[in-house]
């Protein structure tokens, strides 16, 4: 049925390839012999979720029981939600091309809080009502699992459960409890208790939320049983954990079309501004054994020319360069290449980049993030001018040409001083270059980004103020001008917009209240809030007018130490302690040295019941 509207329509869209399914390694299963069906969605466009890699191993692992199905969905592009619409073609698994609305699950992995409204967009052209209290069925359950759980507040409302942590182990024991309500029957609100039971399970409608009459959270209550703090789920044994054989490979081009093979999770770093460093806690690695076998097996079943090393920063593999012989020993013999995107300067080796040099390599990237060593310290970006320079040097005499640089505006404790280092820091890199390529005609090409600090949960920055948009104008205004004055040196200089980023601050630290805002922007027309080209700026400002919710409030407001955040019911195994001292070493300028050199105390080896690293031997 959907099949014969889909042939319809299919030549008057963009990249139809996107909608069909039937790619190599998809998983097509006999539907009378399969008791449990997952719609996968990942809200956003196809060429963006089919890079992921969290999708791709939940979807292997719950294919890997022969009685559960698991079908990917994306966002399709406005002309594609249009004709479907039209044609009355609801929302369908790219598997079956069966209706999502008929499925058990529908899970939804949150990566990014601009993906919001595209969630409600998916649940509408699915035929289903946005909110949960609206859909009184006990299937399909909606859940959503990925980093925004840590403070899903804001689309609290739109979900039946959230799962906090890592997926693999939760997601299978959800879809058993599944399989005995089928059996047995119950409620929703009967599955709804017991899945609560689960550890990193989070019902949201099990807890009521009071608020001050400063517009602050009171208090977080739970009901029915719910836990009073939700626990994150993580793999303690990292290197056992699922990773699958084979990727779903796509006839069209997507944003990275290669095989990826995660090293390890988590990040010993504590970089106070980066969410993921925190909330991926603890480090944890795969042995050099298991990766290689991984890197072959991927390799054979998907026919890729490519493999990348993921990670939050794979340089901090503790044994970066055997790892590197063993896997290129390989991909060498193969004719297959190998890309590392996330290297850190510091520990950026000669042998390391010998090793990276016969790979693909379109130009260095280094995220200094803050220009001055003083807001480096504050940000607790544990690097020197110096080790940047010795990056350079090296990745320079290895024949690198071209530089990116990114940097934050915007960070606690920033002057104007601070920007001009940024200017400073590019122009030595540039004379770095021309000493060393001294006779070379080939001139260097040096790109400064500009990202703007967004405060998020979970980390010792949670309680600071995003800078106004007056403030971010105005430095980044200074840079340019210092950048463009006359005589200086040849700098591309980007930058973020401001409108996303505060939306993005809103989300990320707000209550229960901003679901309304997120309604009403979705209900007058936005979705894919994060793609410049359909993002609108003025239905999102008359949303918050119409709700009455006020963005400062959320994200340009410092937080005391004390105030209950909307989120102090998630339980992401550090302590809030050990973020308030991180956020006063910051405003001291003191740095904390990274987990293998010296545990910081964050509490998460005390959930672990052992020491996250061996010291001193
Ligand atoms: S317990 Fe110590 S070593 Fe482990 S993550 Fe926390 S600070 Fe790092």
Same mark, same amino acid.
């Given at each position: 049925m959907i099949k014969e509207k889909l042939d319809k329509i299919?030549?008057?869209?963009?990249?139809?390839?996107?909608?069909?399914?039937?790619?190599?390694?998809?998983v097509i299963k006999d539907k009378s012999k399969v008791d449990i069906r997952y719609a996968f969605c990942f809200p956003d466009t196809y060429d963006i979720g089919m890079s992921h890699l969290g999708m791709k191993i939940l979807y292997s692992l719950k294919n890997s029981k022969p009685n559960y199905w698991c079908e990917r969905v994306f966002m399709p592009l406005p002309d594609m939600e249009e004709a479907m619409r039209e044609n009355d073609i609801p929302l369908y698994g790219l598997e079956s091309l069966d209706p999502i609305k008929d499925f058990d699950f529908i899970g939804f992995t949150l990566q990014y809080e601009l993906c919001y409204t595209n969630i409600l967009s998916m649940l509408d052209l699915a035929g289903l009502s946005v909110y949960s209290k609206d859909r009184k069925d006990l299937f399909p359950i909606v859940m959503g699992g990925g980093p925004c759980v840590c403070n899903a507040e804001p689309i609290a409302d739109f979900f039946d459960l959230f799962v906090l942590g890592e997926g693999e182990e939760v997601n299978l024991e959800l879809m058993e409890l599944a399989l005995t309500f089928?059996?047995?029957?119950?409620?929703?609100?009967?599955?709804?208790?017991?899945?609560?039971?689960?550890?990193?399970?989070?019902?949201?409608?099990?807890?009521?939320?009071?608020?001050?009459?400063?517009?602050?959270?009171?208090?977080?209550?739970?009901?029915?049983?719910?836990?009073?703090?939700?626990k994150k789920r993580i793999i303690a044994d990292f290197d056992s954990v699922?990773?699958?054989?084979?990727?779903?490979?796509?006839?069209?081009?997507?944003?990275?079309?290669?095989?990826?093979?995660?090293?390890?999770?988590?990040?010993?770093?504590?970089?106070?501004?980066?969410?993921?460093?925190?909330?991926?806690?603890?480090?944890?690695?795969?042995?050099?054994?298991?990766?290689?076998?991984?890197?072959?097996?991927l390799t054979e079943s998907t026919g890729y020319d490519e493999v990348s090393l993921c990670s939050l920063s794979t340089s901090d593999y503790s044994d970066i360069e055997g790892l590197l012989c063993d896997i290129t020993d390989y991909t060498d013999a193969k004719g297959v290449n190998l890309s590392l995107p996330s290297l850190r300067i510091d520990n950026f080796s000669d042998e390391v980049v010998k090793k990276i040099k016969s790979v693909r390599q379109s130009g260095l990237t280094f995220a200094p993030?803050?220009?001055?060593?003083r807001l480096r310290d504050v940000i607790n970006k544990n690097i020197t001018e110096e080790d940047i320079m010795k990056s350079c040097k090296i990745a320079f005499e290895g024949g690198y040409s071209s530089v990116k640089l990114y940097f934050m505006l915007g960070l606690p404790t920033e002057t104007l001083d601070d920007i001009a280092a940024i200017k400073t820091l590019a122009d030595k890199i540039i004379d770095l270059y021309?000493?060393?390529?001294? #006779? @070379? !005609?080939? +001139?260097?090409? $040096?790109?400064? *980004?500009? /990202?703007?600090?967004?405060?998020?949960?979970?980390?010792?920055?949670?309680?600071?103020p995003q800078a106004t948009k007056e403030q971010i104008d105005e430095r980044q205004k200074y840079l340019l001008?210092?950048? #463009? @004055? !006359?005589? +200086?040196?040849? $700098?591309?200089? *980007?930058? /973020?917009?401001?409108?996303?980023?505060?939306?993005?601050?809103?989300?990320?630290?707000?209550?229960?209240?901003?679901?309304?805002v997120i309604y009403d922007a979705w209900k007058n027309g936005c979705k894919l809030d994060g793609w410049n080209e359909y993002f609108k700026p003025e239905i999102w400002d008359q949303a918050f007018i119409n709700t009455g919710i006020d963005k400062a409030f959320y994200a340009n407001r410092t937080r005391s130490y004390d105030e209950t955040a909307p989120w102090d019911?998630?339980?992401?195994?550090?302590?809030?302690?050990?973020?308030?001292?991180?956020?006063?070493?910051?405003?001291e300028e003191k740095t904390t040295a990274h987990c293998r050199e010296k545990c910081a105390g964050c509490g998460i080896n005390k959930c672990l019941g052992k020491a996250c690293f061996k010291y001193g031997e």
């Amino acid at each position: 049925m959907i099949k014969e509207k889909l042939d319809k329509i299919l030549l008057k869209v963009q990249k139809p390839s996107r909608y069909i399914g039937g790619e190599v390694n998809s998983v097509i299963k006999d539907k009378s012999k399969v008791d449990i069906r997952y719609a996968f969605c990942f809200p956003d466009t196809y060429d963006i979720g089919m890079s992921h890699l969290g999708m791709k191993i939940l979807y292997s692992l719950k294919n890997s029981k022969p009685n559960y199905w698991c079908e990917r969905v994306f966002m399709p592009l406005p002309d594609m939600e249009e004709a479907m619409r039209e044609n009355d073609i609801p929302l369908y698994g790219l598997e079956s091309l069966d209706p999502i609305k008929d499925f058990d699950f529908i899970g939804f992995t949150l990566q990014y809080e601009l993906c919001y409204t595209n969630i409600l967009s998916m649940l509408d052209l699915a035929g289903l009502s946005v909110y949960s209290k609206d859909r009184k069925d006990l299937f399909p359950i909606v859940m959503g699992g990925g980093p925004c759980v840590c403070n899903a507040e804001p689309i609290a409302d739109f979900f039946d459960l959230f799962v906090l942590g890592e997926g693999e182990e939760v997601n299978l024991e959800l879809m058993e409890l599944a399989l005995t309500f089928k059996k047995n029957g119950g409620t929703k609100q009967e599955f709804l208790e017991k899945a609560a039971q689960i550890e990193g399970v989070y019902v949201p409608s099990l807890y009521d939320v009071s608020y001050n009459d400063d517009g602050t959270v009171s208090a977080i209550t739970p009901k029915c049983g719910a836990p009073a703090k939700v626990k994150k789920r993580i793999i303690a044994d990292f290197d056992s954990v699922y990773s699958p054989d084979s990727f779903v490979v796509p006839f069209t081009q997507i944003v990275h079309d290669r095989s990826v093979v995660e090293v390890l999770r988590g990040c010993i770093r504590g970089c106070r501004f980066c969410q993921a460093g925190f909330i991926y806690r603890p480090f944890r690695e795969k042995s050099k054994k298991t990766i290689v076998e991984q890197v072959k097996n991927l390799t054979e079943s998907t026919g890729y020319d490519e493999v990348s090393l993921c990670s939050l920063s794979t340089s901090d593999y503790s044994d970066i360069e055997g790892l590197l012989c063993d896997i290129t020993d390989y991909t060498d013999a193969k004719g297959v290449n190998l890309s590392l995107p996330s290297l850190r300067i510091d520990n950026f080796s000669d042998e390391v980049v010998k090793k990276i040099k016969s790979v693909r390599q379109s130009g260095l990237t280094f995220a200094p993030e803050a220009g001055s060593q003083r807001l480096r310290d504050v940000i607790n970006k544990n690097i020197t001018e110096e080790d940047i320079m010795k990056s350079c040097k090296i990745a320079f005499e290895g024949g690198y040409s071209s530089v990116k640089l990114y940097f934050m505006l915007g960070l606690p404790t920033e002057t104007l001083d601070d920007i001009a280092a940024i200017k400073t820091l590019a122009d030595k890199i540039i004379d770095l270059y021309y000493t060393i390529e001294r #006779r @070379s !005609k080939r +001139g260097i090409s $040096i790109s400064i *980004s500009l /990202s703007t600090f967004i405060p998020k949960p979970f980390t010792p920055f949670e309680f600071e103020p995003q800078a106004t948009k007056e403030q971010i104008d105005e430095r980044q205004k200074y840079l340019l001008d210092i950048v #463009r @004055s !006359k005589g +200086g040196k040849r $700098i591309d200089v *980007s930058w /973020s917009h401001y409108e996303t980023t505060i939306l993005e601050a809103v989300f990320a630290r707000g209550d229960r209240r901003v679901s309304a805002v997120i309604y009403d922007a979705w209900k007058n027309g936005c979705k894919l809030d994060g793609w410049n080209e359909y993002f609108k700026p003025e239905i999102w400002d008359q949303a918050f007018i119409n709700t009455g919710i006020d963005k400062a409030f959320y994200a340009n407001r410092t937080r005391s130490y004390d105030e209950t955040a909307p989120w102090d019911h998630m339980d992401m195994l550090f302590t809030k302690d050990f973020l308030i001292s991180e956020n006063k070493k910051a405003h001291e300028e003191k740095t904390t040295a990274h987990c293998r050199e010296k545990c910081a105390g964050c509490g998460i080896n005390k959930c672990l019941g052992k020491a996250c690293f061996k010291y001193g031997e």
